[in-house]
């Protein structure tokens, strides 16, 4: 059966500067704390930077045209901060902005809806030098960043997200040191939380008083895990792993506060909250955004696949796939819990802003084949059984917009490097040659028909 969306429903792909662009060091680009951190021996598979990328910086028009043959009627990318403002505070590289330009220009002769993230993890590092997210000026100084690029694309761009996944930024990159800065504390993790949170805000507020028609939202990963079990050291890990990842998120975006549990466990670290600061970070959005990928489920410390060391204490339990098919991720492959996430947002927020399914995706890496095709059943699968979840809920009657297919390209993924591919686009980085994978052309077909051949879920 043919599952029909919305009229007007948003089929895109989404991408951000650093994985795709390269050009590190060409047009007045400042580095990123990722520019230091794949440069650190150890830090990244392979020793991979983003210094070149998928060379998307030179091949922006090509690769614009791919969109269009795919026939995205939208694309989510990422402006770099310091492509931009280079040292993040200072004088406004031109040059920068140019290139943002000629890209939503470039868009716009395709009839393709841009979507402009203004933070996809990588702050210049001459804030970073000065105390990076852990200090509270750089909420600011973000709000002022958001002001300039806002400034130079409003005119032509409607949809604006303030931050990607700041659960990663914060507890990957100062907790759990997999990714930049690489800081591993408590303190630092929920001081960076705090003024991404805050910055996110201000951000909000600097764009709507230039032009309050654009449509405002945050991007984050959320995902509901699953007790295996009923003992108290599973129930207490489960409740501990959602309000890290979840409810300490979207409490203070979407009801001004923070969970009274979280703040408990991790004490006596602290967000370091100011008079004020909740009400700046609650500012009502246009739209929201969810990222999602997969769902664990927690078991007992030993017994699952992974050690939950990315969430500050919960030692005594560990994640597993329990038994389900995963990608070259790792990660369980859970359509279910797309279901779960948005039900529950539903559920806890009354008055929330419609949807958006900013990034959801998987890493395989199929061949290519003689005739230079690339048969990659597995993702279309992956997303075929996600978009009849999507429908579903949306069936239900949740307020849901948009898809953004995680990702357009094979790209520099974090620590990974260039050891997993996401990209409904093959990239050769030998050749920086693009081959339309399988999935490509089954999306066109999806978009075409606005819908999905596929059983519902139920």
Same mark, same amino acid.
Do not use: K
């Given at each position: 059966m043919t599952l029909r969306f919305p009229e007007g429903f948003l089929w895109g792909a989404a991408t951000s500067a650093y994985q795709i662009e390269g050009g590190a060091d060409e047009g007045g680009r400042g580095p990123s704390i990722w520019d230091t951190?794949?440069?650190?021996?150890?830090?990244?598979?392979?020793?991979?930077?983003?210094?070149?990328?998928?060379?998307?910086?030179?091949?922006?028009? @090509?690769?614009?045209?791919?969109?269009? %043959?795919?026939?995205?009627?939208?694309?989510?990318?990422?402006?770099?901060?310091?492509?931009?403002?280079?040292?993040?505070?200072?004088?406004?590289?031109?040059?920068?902005?140019?290139?943002?330009?000629?890209?939503?220009? *470039?868009?716009?002769?395709?009839?393709?809806?841009?979507?402009?993230?203004?933070?996809?993890?990588?702050?210049?590092?001459?804030?970073?030098?000065?105390?990076?997210?852990?200090?509270?000026?750089? *909420?600011?100084?973000?709000?002022?960043?958001?002001?300039?690029?806002?400034?130079?694309?409003?005119?032509?761009?409607?949809?604006?997200?303030?931050?990607?996944?700041?659960?990663? @930024?914060?507890?990957?990159?100062?907790? @759990?040191?997999?990714?930049?800065?690489?800081?591993?504390?408590?303190?630092?993790?929920? %001081?960076?939380?705090?003024?991404?949170?805050?910055?996110?805000?201000? *951000?909000?507020?600097?764009?709507r008083a230039i032009d309050p028609a654009r449509r405002q939202g945050i991007v984050l990963n959320l995902e509901i895990p699953v007790a295996t079990g009923d003992s108290p050291a599973v129930l207490d890990g489960t409740r501990r792993v959602e309000g890290l990842l979840d409810r300490s998120f979207t409490d203070p975006v979407l009801a001004g506060r923070y969970p009274s549990d979280v703040i408990a466990d991790l004490a006596p670290a602290r967000f370091p909250v100011e008079p004020g600061d909740l009400e700046v970070i609650s500012t009502p959005l246009d739209w929201f955004g969810v990222n999602y990928y997969r769902q664990w489920f927690i078991t007992e410390a030993g017994m699952g696949d992974l050690p939950l060391s990315e969430f500050p204490g919960c030692g005594h339990v560990s994640a597993t796939t329990a038994g389900q098919e995963t990608t070259d991720m790792g990660w369980p492959i859970t359509p279910q819990g797309l279901i779960d996430v948005l039900t529950w947002l539903v559920d806890r927020y009354p008055g929330h802003p419609p949807f958006m399914i900013t990034e959801n995706g998987c890493a395989f890496d199929d061949p290519v084949a003689e005739d230079g095709t690339i048969d990659d059943r597995r993702r279309i699968d992956y997303l075929r059984r996600h978009l009849a979840g999507l429908h579903q809920v949306i069936e239900d009657g949740i307020d849901v917009r948009g898809y953004f297919a995680w990702s357009l390209l094979d790209n520099f993924e974090w620590a990974s490097g260039y050891s997993k591919r996401f990209g409904l686009i093959q990239v050769d980085y030998d050749t920086q040659a693009r081959t339309l994978r399988n999935s490509a052309r089954w999306y066109a077909g999806v978009i075409a028909a606005n819908g999905i051949d596929a059983p519902p879920l139920r």
């Open positions: 951190f794949s440069h650190t021996p150890g830090r990244v598979i392979g020793g991979d930077t983003g210094d070149v990328a998928t060379d998307h910086y030179h091949r922006y028009r @090509a690769d614009v045209g791919l969109m269009e %043959s795919i026939g995205l009627n939208a694309y989510r990318f990422s402006v770099s901060w310091p492509r931009v403002i280079p040292d993040g505070d200072g004088a406004v590289n031109q040059r920068g902005l140019d290139f943002y330009r000629r890209l939503v220009d *470039a868009l716009g002769e395709a009839d393709i809806e841009p979507l402009v993230t203004l933070y996809h993890w990588d702050l210049p590092q001459a804030l970073q030098d000065r105390g990076g997210w852990m200090r509270r000026q750089t *909420a600011f100084d973000f709000a002022r960043y958001a002001e300039v690029v806002f400034g130079a694309l409003h005119d032509r761009v409607t949809l604006w997200s303030t931050l990607n996944e700041p659960y990663v @930024a914060a507890h990957l990159g100062h907790y @759990a040191g997999w990714h930049a800065p690489g800081t591993t504390d408590v303190q630092a993790m929920m %001081s960076a939380q705090h003024h991404l949170l805050l910055g996110h805000g201000a *951000a909000v507020a600097a764009m």
